[in-house]
């Protein structure tokens, strides 16, 4: 069977099985998870039919449901590219890299994301990641190469298929185009 690289994480749980009393078809267990935090499971003949989790607030439960990513995004040549649009799908926010090529998001879904970058001039990169909840990946590089230019007064002809390419018009050819 192939290894899915998902990483799984078991948690001791300590509880008590509260005594069924007699006339009541369920089970009600309470256990602790960490300190302030409680999770009740209500049990019919072993089938979980209801669970609460309480002690904790919003932002604490979102972040084992959420993690983060960080990496640099580089040129060809090794090189940290500074302001690099970085985004993530089911993330509305973006981030854009530092002067060193640096960029964190935060706020991702757990699971199965596509982490992407872009800036003009460049290819565009994109890859698959694999986030869980509470952490961050670390180390989420991405490669940008950039796109050639070309000056020309006069129509260029090719036979070959371009594709990820740039125009840049002087002022005076771009007012022909308006």
């Known amino acids: 069977m192939k290894d899915s690289g998902i990483t799984k994480n ?5 509880g008590a ?10 089970t ?3 256990a602790s998870l960490s300190p302030g935090l409680s999770l009740t499971l209500i049990l019919i003949i072993g089938a979980v039919i209801s669970w609460t989790l309480s002690g904790c607030n919003s932002k604490e439960l979102n972040a ?5 990513v960080d990496g640099i995004v580089r040129d060809a040549n090794g090189t940290p ?10 993330l ?8 060193r090529g640096y960029f964190f998001l935060t706020g991702l879904d757990v699971g ?12 565009s990169d994109a890859r698959q990641i694999l986030v ?14 950039k796109l050639p230019v070309w000056q020309a007064e006069k129509l260029i002809t090719t036979r070959e298929y371009l594709d990820n390419f740039s125009i840049a018009l002087s002022d005076d050819a771009a007012k022909r185009f308006q």
Do not use: C
């Not at 078991?10 to 300590?14: D, E, M, Q, S």
């Not at 099985?17 to 009541?24: D, N, P, T």
């Open 28 to 30: 009600e267990i309470t």
């Open 112 to 123: 199965e994301n596509t982490l992407m970058a872009e800036r003009d001039g460049y290819t």
């Open 10 to 14: 078991t948690h001791k749980i300590h």
């Open 92 to 99: 509305e926010e973006k981030t854009r890299t530092d002067s």
């Open 132 to 145: 869980e909840g509470n952490k961050t990946l670390e180390g989420s590089d991405l490669l940008l190469i």
């Open 81 to 90: 590219l500074p302001d690099v649009l970085v985004s993530a799908t089911f």
């Open 64 to 68: 084992w449901h959420q993690g983060a």
């Open 17 to 26: 099985l509260k005594k069924r009393e007699k006339g009541k078809a369920f």
